[in-house]
């Protein structure tokens, strides 16, 4: 006889966007999420991690590389989302891997030194997944690793290893990075991300009339049936909110 193996999904905490991929990403993957500056990469890996900590009671890690883990959690509260309270409850780590580059103090539990090797930086990561047991991991960004690092051009070998790690963990984890020329084939920076994740969203724009829209296509999604249609998506009050059944011209 045979069983119809059936995957574990992890809702993404995203209204509209579950229903694009059968229910959830695929447990313990590792999704790229691309696109260019302003698109909503932040707010989008946020949001899952976030809502995973609120909704589902799963911990998560946030590894924040562009801005400061305070400007983050300044920044997110205007969606209503209150990361301290989780961080004060377990539920939550973020690591700051901002103040320590750029020499400002930091109060911060979990900080990144600048100037870091390779092994140094998976190795707290693991740590911090370890010490709350997260099930959600979102690092923000894959090239701002690549300026931690003493010798960037371990960026590759790093997230070989990351990919490894990250498996091995079993944690759903989003990555962000950018997009050189999203419509043009080159969806990520370095061309390995978008090798070593299992799932790869682009969030871009498009222009209409006399304003942009916003968009969001599922690139790949392995173990998914999805479409490779562009859906709207919306950033609201609620953070992205994206519309099944809209229609983007
Ligand atoms: N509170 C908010 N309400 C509505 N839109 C917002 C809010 N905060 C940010 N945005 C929109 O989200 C954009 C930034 O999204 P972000 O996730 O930081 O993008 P990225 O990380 O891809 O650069 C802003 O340019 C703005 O258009
Ligand atoms: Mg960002």
Do not use: C
Request: no cysteine.
């Amino acid at each position: 006889m045979i069983t119809k193996y059936t995957v574990k999904r992890v809702k993404s905490g995203i209204p509209g966007f579950d229903d694009l991929i059968e229910g959830g990403f695929p447990s313990g993957t590792t999704v790229l999420v691309t696109g260019p500056t302003g698109s909503g990469k932040t707010t989008f890996g946020v949001q899952f991690v976030y809502k995973g900590a609120e909704l589902y009671g799963e911990p998560g890690v946030i590894v924040t590389l562009e801005e400061r883990a305070q400007d983050l959690r300044r920044e997110m509260l205007a969606f209503g989302w209150d990361l301290e309270k989780y961080e004060k409850e377990g539920k939550l780590a973020i690591i700051d891997g901002v103040s320590a580059v750029v020499g400002l103090p930091s109060e911060e539990q979990y900080v990144l030194e600048g100037n870091l090797n390779a092994e140094d930086f998976l190795r707290y990561i693991y740590r911090v997944v370890k010490a709350i047991d997260a099930k959600r991991l979102v690092i923000d960004s894959i090239p701002s690793i690549a300026f931690r690092l003493r010798k960037e051009n371990e960026i590759r070998e790093v997230l070989l290893q990351l990919n490894t790690i990250l498996l091995e963990m079993g944690v759903t984890s989003i990555l962000t990075t950018e997009a050189p020329e999203p419509g043009r084939g080159r969806i990520s920076r370095y061309g390995i991300e978008e090798y070593i994740a299992r799932g790869v969203i682009l969030l871009d724009f498009i222009e209409k009339e006399v304003e942009l829209k916003r968009y969001l296509l599922i690139r790949k999604m392995r173990e998914t049936k999805h479409s490779m249609k562009k859906y709207p998506f919306e950033i609201n009050e609620e953070g992205v909110v994206v519309y099944p059944s809209g229609e983007v011209y």
